[in-house]
């Protein structure tokens, strides 16, 4: 069943920012320590005991792939509700440090990025179960 | 008539959202195509479009939630907020791939510890430069270059004046819409095509939303490697902007 797979999401959810809050007081940080982060990686162990003893039919994966695919535009709403015009009225100070921040951290992206073995490889597009055709499109366009 | 309408969305929040969402996307794809020839993704310009709508509603309402401060709007907030992003966030784990992930772990958690300190000296710098130069004011204003929760978090705890905390979150919110804007764009000079160089940016780039937001807008398939990485951004900042970094910057100041 589909609410399955939402279920199992949740729980991982739930469960990774309840440990994200506890972490971040035994810490002492008025924050959630990764969280979201722990809450993935539970996801993905969940994910690899489930598929080994069979308990993963289509159907729960789909409860979970559909929330992935909403990704995008629950991305989009979140940009329409920025407090942009907080952010236009920093002045130079906020738009200097701003602009300073992300040109030194690119710089230094493009250089990691480059450096050492990179092995790692993303799977075909045609891999996942809930396939945009905007996606189909770049992908063409980034491997010609 | 117009009145049973505007009710009957007003009522409906999210499930406005969804349509104007929807809408949107719609829009996005038929620019894409059309205008850039499936140059600049439609992801990009859906995010884009958001943006421009969170200034007009910021503008109408005055108000600090963008379009969702508009009431026919509301259920943008509840779309775009931290639980449905999280929980969309956490679902995209399930395309991670464990073996991809494993190899970039160390090189990501380096990442993440310079994502954190290169903006705070950048931040710090410039606040000094334009004379805000006691330790408080710059470690704050260099917390809101790491993230703009990362900012009002160290503000609050070392003690800063509001219109220093206002600008440590002016500071981060430019940075994410930078991050958000610019990535599709810089993509090939950031070298972004694996889930190393994901998690590379993850770490850097900093703020889960500017990082979800540029990624999708390059190729989907990079989102859960970054956000994994990202993810972590807010509370290291958090940890160490009013301990270690505020420290480092008295003793410098002083």
């Keep these: 069943m589909v609410i399955y797979g939402t279920a199992l999401l949740a729980f991982c959810h739930l469960a990774g920012l309840f440990l994200g809050d506890l972490l971040g007081s035994l810490i002492g940080v008025k924050s959630n320590v990764g969280g979201v982060g722990i809450a993935m990686l539970m996801l993905i162990s969940l994910r690899i005991y489930l598929h080994k003893r069979g308990l993963l039919p289509k159907e729960t994966e789909a409860g979970v792939g559909f929330w992935g695919a909403m990704y995008i535009p629950v991305v989009v709403a979140m940009a329409a509700q920025q407090n942009v015009v907080v952010a236009l009225k920093g002045g130079p100070v906020a738009l200097l440090s701003a602009i300073g921040a992300a040109l030194l951290c690119a710089c230094v992206i493009a250089a990691i990025s480059r450096t050492g073995r990179d092995t790692t490889t993303l799977p075909p597009v045609h891999h996942h179960e809930f396939v945009e055709e905007e996606d189909l499109v770049t992908a063409g366009v980034s491997h010609a | ?254």
């Design chain 2, 1 to 254: 008539m117009l009145e049973m309408f505007n009710r009957v969305v007003a009522h409906n929040g999210l499930v406005t959202a969804f349509a104007l969402v929807g809408v949107i996307m719609w829009l996005s794809a038929v620019l894409s195509r059309r205008l850039t020839f499936g140059h600049v993704h439609g992801s990009a310009i859906a995010i884009i479009i958001g943006l421009v709508l969170a200034y007009v509603g910021g503008t109408v309402t005055g108000g600090e939630k963008g379009l969702a401060d508009l009431s026919l709007f509301a259920g943008v907030g509840l779309m775009g907020g931290a639980m449905l992003r999280d929980f969309a966030i956490v679902a995209t784990a399930f395309e991670v791939q464990v073996t991809e992930a494993r190899k970039a772990g160390l090189i990501g958690t380096v990442s993440l510890f310079l994502g954190t300190i290169i903006p705070f000296i950048v931040g710090a710098s410039i606040a000094w430069a334009f004379g805000y130069s006691d330790a408080v004011s710059m470690t704050t204003i260099g917390a809101g270059a790491v993230t703009y929760i990362v900012g009002p978090v160290t503000g609050a705890a070392i003690g800063a004046s509001s219109d220093v905390v206002a600008l440590s979150i002016a500071t981060g919110l430019i940075k994410a819409i930078i991050v958000m804007v610019a990535t599709p764009f810089a993509a090939g000079f950031l070298g972004l095509k694996t889930p190393r160089s994901a998690m590379i940016f993850g770490g850097l780039a900093g703020t889960v939303s500017g990082v979800s937001a540029g990624l999708a807008a390059t190729d989907r398939r990079l989102v859960p490697y970054g956000a994994l990485v990202a993810t972590f951004h807010t509370g290291l900042g958090c940890l160490l902007g009013p301990s270690l970094l505020f420290f480092a910057t008295r003793a410098l100041v002083a």
